[in-house]
């Protein structure tokens, strides 16, 4: 038992260092002390990430066409499978304990920051090629490998 409590208090430990604020944001990280308080603040930061991953999706899908539309929905809805099975996988160790919670909306959260970040990268792409006409690449304009 003091083992799995040792483990669990690890586990948390490094949830808490690892999960962080966007900069920016200025709302105060929530700061719970107890295991409910702190499955409270995780769901708060999940539910903040999650409007911000919607608005970034939507201003791509205003962007697109229809068919990067029809490709974006299928590649989101793929993605929110894929987070939704790892996290659960990842919180599997403490299926059995009161943290399971905190730890299993602490990975969706993280997974749904770095969905914002793809999207993001994703809109840039899309602007900066219709801004050009031209596919974005890492080459030079005018210059082609012999």
């Not at 586990?11 to 107890?34: F, I, K, Y």
């Not at 770095?114 to 304009?141: C, F, H, M, N």
Request: aromatic share 8%.
């Amino acid at each position: 038992m003091v083992k799995r409590g040792f483990l669990l208090l690890l586990v948390l430990l490094g949830l808490l260092a690892w999960t962080g604020w966007p900069e920016g944001w200025a709302a105060e990280p929530c700061q719970g002390e107890t295991t409910v308080e702190m499955r409270d603040c995780a769901q708060q930061e999940l539910n903040e990430f999650e409007a911000a991953m919607a608005k970034t999706y939507h201003t791509l899908m205003g962007r697109l066409d229809d068919k990067g539309q029809s490709l974006l929905i299928q590649a989101q809805r793929s993605w929110q499978t894929f987070r939704n099975h790892h996290c659960l996988v990842e919180a599997d160790p403490m299926r059995d304990g009161s943290a399971w919670p905190l730890l299993y909306t602490g990975c969706l959260a993280r997974a749904t920051e770095t969905r914002i970040e793809q999207l993001k990268e994703s809109l840039e792409a899309y602007s900066a090629y219709t801004q050009t006409g031209q596919p974005v690449t890492d080459e030079e304009p005018g210059v082609s490998d012999p």
